[in-house]
C-alpha cells in the first residue's frame, strides 16, 4: 500500500463515519419534532407561520429550527413580508389549526 493509497482509504471512511453521524442526528432530531408546516409558533419575540423545517448541528444534541412569515399579534402576516426562525427549544407558543398544542421538550 502506498501512502496515498492509505489517505485515500482514511478519506473514504471519514466520509462514511460523517454520512453516518449526520444520519442519526437527523433521526434524533426529525423523532423529536412536534412542529408540522402551516403551524403558529412564538419564541416571545417572534411569531411566525411555520413553511421550512430544518435541522441544526451547531449544540451538542442536533435540534429543530422553524422558519416562516412573521405574523403580527392577531396572526395575519406583516406588511413588510419579514421572515423570522426559532429554534426548537425556544418555543414559548404553538398553535395548529387555531388550538393550542402542548410544547414537548426533547425526549432523553
Known amino acids: 500500500m502506498t501512502i496515498e493509497e ?3 482509504k482514511l478519506k ?6 460523517n ?6 442526528d437527523v433521526e434524533f432530531a426529525t423523532s423529536n419534532n412536534y412542529v408540522l408546516p402551516g ?11 411555520v413553511d421550512k423545517i430544518h435541522m441544526n448541528r451547531s449544540h451538542s444534541i442536533p435540534t429543530c429550527v422553524y422558519t416562516g412569515v412573521r405574523l403580527k399579534k ?3 402576516p406583516r406588511v413588510d413580508g ?5 429554534w426548537q427549544g425556544c418555543i414559548k407558543m404553538h398553535l395548529r389549526n387555531g388550538k393550542a398544542v402542548e410544547i414537548d421538550g426533547i425526549k432523553e
Open 6 to 8: 492509505r489517505e485515500e
Open 12 to 17: 473514504a471512511e471519514h466520509e462514511r463515519h
Open 19 to 24: 454520512k453516518a453521524m449526520y444520519d442519526i
Open 74 to 76: 392577531n396572526l395575519k
Open 39 to 49: 403551524d403558529i409558533l412564538s419564541d416571545g419575540y417572534h411569531i411566525i407561520l
Open 82 to 86: 419579514t421572515r423570522a426562525s426559532i
